[in-house]
């Protein structure tokens, strides 16, 4: 359903937290069955959450326990910093459990965010608290936005948060990333910015490659082969045993499928580079690692390469029309107008 305004979200509480039903046609269904999930454990919406606050020893072993994470999401989280500062917010990491690794942006919000303890070492997850977009995201494994008082807890309606959660080729969640700002600025803004950061992460987690594997990457545009956009299913014996979201949307699985799909039952034909048919008959443009009729892949490119070449359409298709080009890219004018500026 579309956003829920001010006044419906109000009333949904009304609602919902004086017992008077469910108010499913006011609010989104997420942030519905995060409410529920947390008025199962007993939190109570009204009371002031109180974290324990991490020491720094804590920060430091959390942050060498997942160096790994940290450093290969660092890429986005620099490109991202600027656009949270912007719109007074910051850029937020989190491992599996929700825990903050990272948060940098805005100076005055990020102290403003640290009274409700959104700093390192804090814990975001629902059961802790309560409907938060790290937390709900990590809940529902998807995107999600939590404007206001969607939050659960009454001392976080001053936040307005975007998150995705990050998943590895094995369809497990490893973090989030997050950016929240002020209540007054409309978290849908940055939700397209987080999901592309995010596909470049997931994205970079299969360079490594695996051993004994065939690493199929397809599209239907050859010019989306090499970089984030692309699909990528991994076969081991002709069983897919890794993929990437995009990969699994376009063969029409889900993460149900690792361990059990054979290659026959998504493709006609070998497995190799060129093209490959769908059993819907569509036809893909491949790249099989290890084939020897592999093209020369396309370099990959950064997150602002990304970022302008969408910008530059968008603008193309709008004749030029800053604020419709924001509204359908579901961005910030003023993010179009510096990358403009940055063009010369």
């Not at 950016?179 to 910015?193: E, R």
Request: proline share 5%; glycine share 10%.
């Amino acid at each position: 359903m579309a956003a829920s305004s001010p006044s419906q979200v109000e009333s949904a509480r009304e609602v919902f937290f004086g017992h008077k039903g469910l108010p499913v046609d006011q609010i989104g269904h997420a942030i519905l069955r995060s409410w529920i999930r947390c008025a199962d454990l007993g939190l109570d919406a009204r009371a002031a959450p109180h974290p324990d606050a991490p020491t720094a020893s804590e920060i430091r072993l959390l942050h060498e326990k997942h160096e790994a994470l940290r450093r290969i999401c660092r890429p986005e989280i620099d490109a991202l910093y600027n656009e949270a500062r912007e719109l007074s917010g910051i850029v937020i990491l989190t491992n599996a459990s929700g825990d903050i690794l990272d948060a940098v942006g805005d100076p005055s919000f990020a102290d403003k965010a640290a009274q409700v303890s959104l700093r390192p070492g804090a814990q975001w997850s629902e059961d802790g608290t309560g409907t938060n977009a790290i937390g709900t995201a990590i809940a529902e494994r998807r995107p999600v936005i939590v404007n206001g008082a969607e939050h659960y807890f009454q001392d976080h309606s001053g936040l307005s948060c975007s998150a995705t959660p990050i998943i590895d080729p094995r369809g497990a969640t490893i973090g989030v990333l997050d950016i929240s700002t002020p209540a007054s600025q409309p978290g849908g803004f940055m939700m397209g910015m987080i999901r592309m950061a995010v596909e470049q992460i997931e994205h970079r987690l299969f360079r490594r490659g695996f051993d004994g594997c065939q690493t199929v990457r397809f599209q239907t545009d050859p010019a989306l082969l090499g970089v984030a956009r692309e699909g990528i299913l991994v076969f081991k014996d002709g069983v897919v045993v890794a993929a990437n979201r995009r990969g699994l949307s376009l063969a029409g699985r889900t993460w149900d499928g690792l361990d059990s799909v054979r290659a026959e039952e998504i493709f006609d034909g070998r497995l190799a580079s060129g093209r490959l048919r769908g059993h819907d008959g569509r036809e893909f443009h491949a790249q099989v690692d290890g084939d020897g009729d592999m093209p020369v892949p396309q370099p990959a490119r950064s997150l602002d390469d990304i970022e302008l070449d969408t910008i530059r359409r968008a603008l193309a298709l709008h004749g030029g029309n800053v604020s419709a080009a924001a509204r359908a890219l579901n961005i910030h004018r003023s993010t179009i107008y510096r990358r403009i500026s940055d063009l010369g």
